[in-house]
């Protein structure tokens, strides 16, 4: 079993920055591609970032230049450093990672998500 679970998500003013973490714990040997997703009040979920275990990534147009996605192999952990923030970034964000299970299939597991609220 894996549990994923997001942390640093809070009420910022506009400009300000947000620095999200996210925790992967459990029956884990590896972790391939990891990611951000968002979602707003009646919005369908988007991507915000990937990253790979070779650490390339990818971004949203509506994030690059202001968010920087990052992991700690050994630890496990994902982050996604939020600067410049404004108020279409509000949002639940959640974090996503591919888990394998054998050298042919991996698992995603998703975490339960954290508030990212941009105030003007």
């Known amino acids: 079993q894996v549990h994923l679970e997001e942390s640093g998500g809070g009420l910022v003013q506009v400009g300000g920055s947000l620095r999200l973490s996210c925790t992967a714990s459990?029956?884990?040997?590896?972790?391939?591609?990891m990611a951000w997703y968002r979602q707003a009040p009646e919005n369908e979920r988007d991507l915000v970032a990937t990253?790979?275990?070779?650490?390339?990534?990818n971004y949203a147009d509506s994030v690059k230049g202001r968010f920087t996605i990052s992991r700690d192999n050994a630890k496990n952990m994902l982050y996604l450093q939020m600067n410049s923030l404004a108020p279409e970034d509000t949002a639940t964000y959640y974090c996503?990672?591919?888990?394998?299970?054998?050298?042919?299939?991996?698992?995603?597991?998703w975490g339960q998500g954290t508030q990212v609220t941009v105030s003007s």
């Open positions: 990253i790979a275990c070779d650490g390339s990534t």
């Open positions: 459990g029956d884990i040997f590896k972790v391939n591609d």
């Open positions: 996503t990672a591919d888990v394998p299970v054998n050298q042919n299939y991996a698992l995603n597991y």
